[in-house]
């Protein structure tokens, strides 16, 4: 079994940044693809990133392109969201995910954090 724990998320005016974390236990996820997601209030759970077990491939949705970015440290079992110029459509909670096969898809993912709440205000 994997736990995931995110941390990070927070209050932050539009303009801003946030660096979230997603710290893996149970056993490595160094193989692990490693992806983020977000849901906001009545909205699906969607993807934001996903980086590949070595970071040589790595996704971002168009609506986060060029503003997030995707990173991991395999030596400490942790994957991280750099999220700059933070809009206030980014406002969401925000879901760490471990999967063994490369997906872009929330079905492809086997672990689940418990989510971090992202806040940018106007």
């Known amino acids: 079994q994997v736990q995931l724990v995110e941390s990070g998320g927070g209050l932050v005016p539009a303009g801003g940044s946030l660096r979230l974390s997603c710290a893996a236990s149970g056993r490595t996820v160094s193989r692990y693809t490693m992806g983020w997601f977000r849901q906001a209030p009545g909205k699906e759970r969607d993807i934001v990133a996903a980086t590949s077990w070595n970071g040589d491939f790595r996704y971002y949705s168009n609506s986060v392109k060029g503003r997030f970015t995707v990173s991991r440290d395999n030596a400490k079992n942790t994957v991280y969201l750099q999220m700059n110029s933070l809009e206030p459509e980014d406002t969401a909670v925000y879901y760490c995910?471990?999967?063994?096969?490369?997906?872009?898809?929330?079905?492809?993912?086997?672990?689940w954090g418990q989510g971090t709440q992202v806040t940018v205000s106007s």
């Open positions: 995910a471990a999967g063994e096969l490369y997906s872009t898809s929330k079905q492809g993912y086997d672990y």
